[in-house]
């Protein structure tokens, strides 16, 4: 079973339109990490957004807010105000606790199969 | 600008050919990573390195020799590859904290013939 799913191969938002990015996870470990990354063409894996899964608040990061529901294992970015430059692939990621931990602040990560995002001036 | 740097950007090799990647970070990182990324997919790992020693290999072909000079520097020396090698290599940074977040380089993109 995928760990990690996201649904929307591709999607289009309007130039300062919000738009949400799916993410739903899977695990038993009560302790875990979920990221978003940003791929621009350029191919830089760029780090958005982290929600540990003890946080009690929604992360923020500028214009990105991640919508965690805990109790549906889903992890949505909101991306608000879309500009021009957000196109590109984003991945939701997880870090699935100890079981992850390989020594040295080293993780494992597992990576969605990612969402194509365009911005529609 | 990304603190991790990869060198070459592009490369193109035969399948007899020795050549290498590069990775290098000034972060103070302990731990380093090499993914491979095929088009259109996410990620897959390749390799871990946690303070200067291989801690993860992921079932990676013997042609692809990763080498960790020091805690700044990261190799994969590609020898006798396959076309179907051809991907976006990329190289990536951790340190011990609670967000564990990576951080990456702009990749090295390699095509096989």
């Known amino acids: 079973a995928q760990k990690i799913t996201q649904t929307q191969p591709g999607m289009f938002v309007q130039e300062k339109e919000a738009v949400t990015l799916d993410c739903t996870y899977d695990?038993?470990?009560?302790?875990?990490?979920l990221f978003w990354y940003k791929q621009p063409s350029s191919g830089e894996m760029i780090f958005l957004i982290y929600?540990?899964?003890?946080?009690?608040q929604n992360a923020t990061e500028g214009r990105y807010s991640l919508n965690f529901q805990k109790a549906r294992k889903s992890a949505n970015l909101v991306i608000s105000a879309s500009q021009l430059g957000d196109s590109a692939m984003y991945f939701c990621?997880?870090?699935?606790?100890?079981?992850?931990?390989?020594?040295?602040?080293?993780?494992?990560?597992?990576f969605g199969k990612g969402t194509k995002l365009s911005v529609i001036p | 600008d990304t603190e991790v740097t990869q060198t070459p950007k592009h490369l193109v090799m035969g399948m007899t050919n020795k050549k290498s990647l590069k990775c290098e970070q000034h972060?103070?990182?302990?731990?380093m990573y090499w993914y491979k990324q095929k088009a259109k997919k996410p990620p897959e790992l390749m390799f871990v390195?946690?303070?200067?020693?291989?801690?993860i290999n992921e079932s990676v072909p013997s042609r692809f020799s990763p080498e960790c000079p020091n805690s700044s520097l990261l190799n994969l020396h590609l020898h006798a590859l396959q076309p179907e090698d051809s991907a976006l290599y990329l190289c990536?940074?951790?340190?011990?904290?609670?967000?564990?977040?990576?951080?990456f380089g702009e990749g090295s993109r390699l095509t096989v013939l």
């Open positions: 990536a940074s951790s340190q011990e904290r609670e967000r564990g977040e990576l951080f």
């Open positions: 990621a997880m870090r699935e606790g100890t079981s992850a931990y390989s020594g040295a602040g080293s993780y494992q990560l597992t």
């Open positions: 972060m103070g990182h302990r731990a």
């Open positions: 695990t038993s470990d009560p302790s875990y990490g």
């Open positions: 929600q540990g899964s003890y946080d009690q």
């Open positions: 390195y946690s303070y200067e020693k291989l801690s």
